[in-house]
Structure formats: C-alpha cells, structure tokens
C-alpha cells in the first residue's frame, strides 16, 4: 500500500532531551515535508526537502533539523525540544517538487514538558 | 505565496450543497489554486487544483472567475461524513516554488 509512515505516532519527553521524529514513504517521491499544527495556527511548514541532501527551511525552521540522505527517509530531529515545540506533527511528500498533491503521514503527536 | 482568506467556520444541514469561497487578491499569473480536506487526528488530503473556470471531479467543484481573486469550493449534497476543515493553497508550484503554506483554514459542520 502506497502511504507515508511516521512514528512514533504519540510521544511525551521532557525538555532537552534529543528526540527524532521518523518519516518514510514507499512512493519514491522526491520531494518530502514537515509541518507542525497547532489550534488556531493551522498548518505551518517547518523544513522541506526536494531530494536526497536537498533541504530547505519553511516557515518555522527554528529548534529542529532535518536530513534527507535517503529518497525514502525525512526525520525530524529536536535536538533540545521546549515545551513551546509541543504540537502535532504531520509528514508529507509528492511525486515532484512541483506537484500541487502532497500526501499525508497519520500524524504524531509530541508532547514536551 | 499569495496570502488567502477563508470562513473560519460554516454549518450545514446533510444533503444541502456547501460553498466555501476563499480570497487571494495577490494572486500572481502562474499560480495554482489548490484545496485539502482535513479530518481530526488525521493528515491533509487533496481534493482538487485548478487555474481558472471551473473544474470538478468526483468529490468536489471549483469555480474560479475571471479575474481569479477568488475561488469557490463546492461540495454537492454534504453528508455527516463531510465534516471537517478545508484548506486554499495557492501558488505556482510549476517552476519548483517549494514552500507551502495552508493557513487556517474552514471548519465545515454538517447537521443531521
């Protein structure tokens, strides 16, 4: 089944410690996504990747990393999360940069305290 | 990318038609008007794109006019199911524009 994963899906952890957020997808799809979520903000993109060592800040770029050395593969990487970073977290990917339909991991929800 | 404005919300009652209207005045030449659907605790998921006139396939419509300031969602004979928040993309993802930006979009209620 074609689908992008995400895991883990829900998360607690407490500040400063290191956390990765995995995202693999089986479409080989080149270009790959992070938003986060949260009420009243909608959805804001934190970093996106359009191939493998191409990566490149979104709107929110600031407390995470990313690395895309897999065409499969886009973690999230928190390598000091805050409380301010607790959200939902959603991965996503297209065929191309430049198509208009991206596809959706199931979410994982993190909570830092 | 153009910024757009939507309804924060909408009710309806089942089997009546929904139009959901968004506003993007800044709209640029090659931009793309695209739409997402989003149910609770789960991810976006597309629902139809399109430039200008009106496009429609098996879930929805879209209506753009002339101008293209503007762009009308229309779902047809909503059912329980169709609640939830429905997102206006707009930009020109063409010549490899990479960021993306959804807003807030419009939480559709639908009544028994």
């Known amino acids: 089944e074609a689908q992008v994963t995400q895991n883990p899906r829900y998360l607690i952890t407490v500040t400063g410690k290191k956390l990765t957020v995995t995202c693999s997808q089986n479409m080989n799809h080149e270009y790959m996504s992070w938003y986060r979520q949260d009420p009243g903000l909608g959805l804001r993109q934190i970093y996106y990747s359009m191939n493998v060592e191409v990566t490149d800040k979104g709107d929110v770029p600031e407390g995470y990393k990313v690395s895309r050395k897999e065409k499969r593969n886009f973690p999230l990487i928190l390598e000091s999360p805050s409380p301010n970073q607790t959200s939902l977290y959603f991965c996503?990917?297209?065929?191309?940069?430049?198509?208009?339909?991206?596809?959706f991991g199931p979410g994982t929800r993190l909570t830092v305290l | 990318l153009a910024k757009t404005t939507q309804p924060i919300s909408m009710d309806s009652y089942e089997g009546q038609e929904v139009n959901i209207t968004c506003s993007h005045n800044n709209i640029a030449t090659n931009d793309y008007i695209t739409w997402y659907q989003q149910f609770p605790s789960q991810g976006p998921r597309f629902i139809i794109q399109g430039y200008k006139t009106k496009v429609t396939n098996e879930v929805a419509s879209l209506f753009i006019p002339a101008d293209r300031k503007s762009s009308t969602l229309s779902l047809p004979r909503v059912s329980l199911s169709d609640t939830a928040v429905y997102y206006c993309l707009v930009g020109d993802f063409s010549g490899g524009y990479q960021k993306v930006t959804f807003g807030t979009g419009t939480k559709l209620q639908v009544i028994p």
């Open positions: 996503a990917s297209s065929l191309l940069a430049g198509e208009y339909e991206q596809f």
